[in-house]
């Protein structure tokens, strides 16, 4: 586990694009935290890493943004999801199974559905230094991940 405190929206894009540059095929990231944390803007640094042009928004109303680039990035907003099943019916395991990275944000609230191996992200607020600041912990969970958390501290990071 890594803990890693942003000071500001860019630095907490800039860990995702870290982040991002390590990511490969077949990878999904699970971000937690309240709204307003920075969930969109950690997914945006991972987008500018996979080389994606243009502006990153948050699918809460349509669950799921498709974007392309050196790898296509599927961005899940699942805060409006009313049960797993919907998941499914949007076609979930082939997003998760299938050829580019998967981003979910509020992957709290479909727990039980997420596949044993994956990378969490939690963004905390840390008001003790400024509004902006973040807590940001990244655990890696499967054999998936063996080394990226090395990498990952090799960029630099982590407090």
Not at 136 to 148: D, L, Q
Request: glycine share 14%; charged share 30%; proline share 3%.
């Amino acid at each position: 586990m890594i803990k890693f405190k942003a000071g500001s929206a860019e630095e907490t894009t800039g860990l995702g694009e870290k982040l991002g540059r390590l990511l490969q095929k077949g990878d999904t990231v699970c971000l937690t935290g309240e709204l307003g944390t920075g969930k969109t803007a950690f997914t945006g640094g991972i987008a500018r890493a996979l080389e994606i042009e243009g502006y990153i928004t948050s699918p809460t109303f349509t669950i799921v943004n498709e974007y392309e680039g050196r790898i296509p990035l599927y961005h899940f907003d699942v805060y409006r999801i009313g049960d797993t099943d919907e998941m499914y019916d949007i076609g979930f395991d082939e997003y998760i199974y299938g050829d580019g990275i998967t981003v979910i944000e509020w992957a709290d609230l479909i727990r039980k559905i997420l596949p044993d191996e994956r990378i969490e992200v939690k963004i905390e607020k840390d008001d003790k230094d400024r509004p902006d600041s973040r807590l940001i912990t990244i655990e890696f969970f499967g054999n998936r991940y063996a080394g990226y958390e090395g990498r990952l501290m090799n960029e630099g990071i982590g407090c």
